[in-house]
Every structure is written in C-alpha cells, then in structure tokens.
C-alpha cells in the first residue's frame, strides 16, 4: 500500500523512517517527541523529506532523486490534528463539506448522512466549532476527513487531548470507521491500550527511528 | 445637503477628503493584503528589502514620498510622462493624485493589521485545509482571508482615517488647490492662515476629530462582531 524509506530534519532533530504498511489499521506506537507527527507530516505532504521517497500503490508521491514532491492538496489521503484543527468561521456543516465539496461526485465514497449517522454528529451540523465538546470536535475532525474521501488516513493522536471519558467514547466510533468503511489508516499513538484495541498491525517507533533494522538515534 | 453651518467651500473640501479617502483604501485593500501576505507567509530573497520599503512612508517625513511621487508621476516624470503620452492621463495637481499620495502614506497602516492577524492565526488551520484538497488559491480565500477579517477592517479603517489627514505628501505631490486636490487638512491650513479664517478652520478641525471618533468607533464594533462570528470567544450553548 505505502512504502516510504527517507530521512528528515527539524532543527537539531533527525527522523529515519523505512517502513511498508498493509491495508487495515496500523499503529505506530512511540514516545512523545520520537517524531510520529513529523513522519505523518510527512506523508501528507505538509513537510520535505532531506531524502528519500514516499509510495502509494503504484504512484511515487516522494522521491527527492528526482526531484519529486506532490503537493498535500494532491494527495488525496486524510490527517487527523491531534487538537482537531476545525475551522472556526464555518459551522460543523461547512467544515464537514469542505473537502467533499471539492470532491467530483463520482469519488464521493461515502454519503454525507452516513457518515453524519455514524459518528452521531447529526444534531451538532448548525453548530460552530466553539460551542462542541472536546470529543464532539474529535468526531467531527474524523468525519471531515471521511468525507473527502482519503486513500489514506492518518490519525495523528485524535485522542490525546480527551480525557480517559471521552477517550471510551472515541475509540468504538474509530473501530466503526475501520470496520465498516475500510479506509487503511496509520494510527500513530503512545499509548498501548489505543494499538491493541484498534490496529491490525503494530509499528514500535524508538526517538528518531522507524524500522527496526535501522540504526539507533545518536 | 445638509450644512451644519459649513459654508460650500468647506463642504466641497469635506466631500473631496470623503472621495480621496475611499479611493485610497480601496487601492490600498488588495494591495496591502498581498503585501501582508507575502511578509508572513512566503520566504523569498528580497523580503526584507519589500518589508522596509512597505515601512518607509511611516518614518519618512511625508513630504518626501510626495516629492517622490512629484518626480515619478510628475507630466515630466517617468511614469506620468508615459501615461500622459499614451492615454492621455494626468495624476499630479489632481484629486487622483491627492488619492494616490493618501494611499501610499496610508499603506503600511493598512498592512501592518493584516500582518498581525496573519501571524497569530493558527498556521495549521492552512495545513489542514490542503489536506481537504484544497488548493492553495482556495486554501487563501476559504481559510486564510475570512480568518483574517478582523485585521482587514482595522487596517482599512487606519488606512482610511489616515487618508483623511493626508496633509504634507498632498501638498508635495498636488498642491492645495481649492475644489480640485483641496482636501479637509489642507483647507484647515489655508483657513487658519487668512484673517477671519479662524472660525472655518475651528468648524473644519472639531469636523476632523468627530470623523476620527466615529470610524474608530465603528471599526471597534465590526471587528468584534467579526471575531465572535470567526469563533474567537467561546459563546453559551443557544
């Protein structure tokens, strides 16, 4: 599905990552700091890899040999912000369709219901993002990403700003979405509990490195 | 048209600082969001040369970038030898010029909000939009723009009020001549140096400072309407 094998830096910070993932959910799971946001960054194309290349089924998204580098609008896969990231001058209704709007019908996946009715977020659509909860504003982030439709989602700890409560509450909507839609998802969390009730595959991340064959971090 | 005691004279110069006014924010608008925006989030080699020059009018005695203009779009200059030749216009000693000369002394007023509110709007709100898709013209119109509105308006009103003070640049670039680039300040200046000019020039400046008042009162409600409707303050449920 993706193969990626590149070195990036941030300042003093260096990530090495060579990894395949498979279709279903696969957990990343790593320490804060090790670099699981900057490796989702990465494949979203929201940062340049030093080198190195990124691919996706068949196309080459990455490949600083040649010069490559597709633009994150292009890339058609979905991130989830740890904090969500809504707009706030839209309500839950235009932030829900501001990636399947751009979307031509035919590559609507999913129905703007469905996915309204299986995160149960249907009676929020007039509100503005400053008047929803915590988990509600996470079940709202997962579904604008739904909606456009990704090849990919990355899910960038959408639980990490949720108490333990609302935590409970997410994961069975995340089980849903894996279950009855079947997007392959990259789940990147410190947090065991979260890759052994949701992933299909578990990637462990070390400060630095991904892979296992990979040299250990200075 | 309702006088206010105002004797035609004055309310020509009134109506005349109104159009230069407009005229300049208008062109200033567009203008200095571009600027705003390439200063916040574009690198490029030369930005600090453009952030300079966008700053220059503010710390420049004004009658320099009006002397300035004098030279560039003066019917001898460069740039006003070449539009007079081949269309036939005019700017300098016009209301035209007056606006022009307004809206670059107004111009770093008007960036300056926008560049505000560009650099403590949540970056990531840009990054999530093109991962929706978005291409960057409709990640700037969708996300970046109305997150920036309350900044927008400020830097319009600045730009506007400053427009109807423009004094030294006009007087460099237009001269003061009555009913054509005559402006409020200007009037105000001819008036207080002609006997008996006391009591227009009074009438003209307490005129001046309700103008002031008012567009800064204005600009205070709309942007807070504007934050609220963007989300800035959290509401109570309704």
Known sequence: ????????????????????????VTGILGPSGCGKSTLLALIAGLLHPERGYIRLADEALVDTQQALFAPAWRRHMGLVFQDGLLFPHLSVRGNLRYGYRGLPPGERRLGFETVTDLLEITPLLERRPAQLS????????LGRALLYSPRLLLLDEPLAS??????????????????????????????????DYLADHILPMTPGRLGQDLAPAR | MPHLGLSPEEWQAVALSAR??????????????????????????????????VQMPMVLPPV????????????QGPIGGWLKTHFGIVIAFTWQGAALASATMAFPLMVQPVRLALRM??????????????????VFFSVTLPLAIPGIITGAVLCFTRSLGEFGATMAFVGNIPGVTRTLPLAIYSYSHVPGGEAPA?????????????????SHLISRRAERLLGYRAHAEP
Do not use: N
């Not at chain 1, 260096?14 to 993932?21: C, D, G, I, N, T």
């Not at chain 1, 994961?171 to 392959?184: A, D, M, N, Q, S």
């Not at chain 2, 320099?64 to 019917?75: D, I, K, R």
């Not at chain 2, 709007?121 to 013209?137: C, F, I």
């Open chain 2, 121 to 138: 709007m949540d970056g990531r709100l840009e990054q999530a939009a093109s991962t929706l898709g978005a291409p960057p013209w409709r």
């Open chain 2, 20 to 53: 230069v006014a407009l005229c300049a924010t208008l062109v200033c608008l567009p203008l200095g969001i571009g600027a705003a925006y390439l200063l916040t989030r574009r690198g490029f080699p030369g930005r600090l040369i453009l952030d300079a020059f």
């Open chain 1, 162 to 195: 949720l108490d333990q409560r609302l935590k409970e509450q997410i994961l069975p909507f995340l089980r849903r979405v894996k279950e009855e839609i079947g997007i392959p998802m990259i789940f990147v969390t410190h947090s065991q509990e979260e890759v």
């Open chain 1, 134 to 141: 915590g988990g509600e504003r996470q079940r709202v982030a």
């Open chain 2, 202 to 218: 009074l009438r003209l400046s307490i005129l001046a400072i309700l103008l002031a008042l008012v567009a800064l009162l204005a």
């Open chain 2, 64 to 75: 320099v970038p009006g002397y300035l203009l004098l030279l560039l779009f003066g019917t």
């Open chain 1, 1 to 24: 599905m993706l193969s990626l094998d590149l070195t990036a830096r941030r300042g003093e910070f260096e990530l090495r990552a060579r990894a395949e993932f498979g279709t279903g």
